[in-house]
């Protein structure tokens, strides 16, 4: 039931609706990483029938191609600098 590819589809749709709603970009790269799964799924193929055949290497693969979204995104729409403004004077100070 786990290897079945309309379920990492369909969770992946429920994943990124639900990133449009709360708004954070944690769930869009769970979204990814469940769409990129139910994809290999039902491609299929050897790397596909090694995967779906054990339940560990399904959640891994799952796993680290969320933490490799979730990573990118984070890159990709955060501008890629993340400048802080270092304030040495107060406001006060003459």
């Known amino acids: 039931m786990i290897d079945d590819p309309w ?3 369909s ?3 429920v994943l990124v609706v639900l990133e449009m709603a709360l708004s954070g970009y944690v ?3 769970f979204g990814v990483g469940a769409a990129v799964v139910g994809v290999l ?3 299929g193929g050897p790397f596909a ?3 779906a055949g054990s339940g560990t290497l399904l959640l891994l693969t799952f796993a680290v191609v969320s933490a490799l979204a979730w990573l990118m995104l ?3 729409l955060s501008g ?3 400048t802080v403004r270092r304030i040495d004077k107060d406001i006060n100070d003459n």
């Open 49 to 51: 029938g090694w995967i």
């Open 7 to 9: 379920i990492w589809l």
């Open 80 to 82: 890629g600098t993340r």
């Open 11 to 13: 969770a992946a749709v």
């Open 27 to 29: 769930l869009l790269g």
């Open 74 to 76: 984070r890159r990709w």
């Open 41 to 43: 799924l039902a491609l």
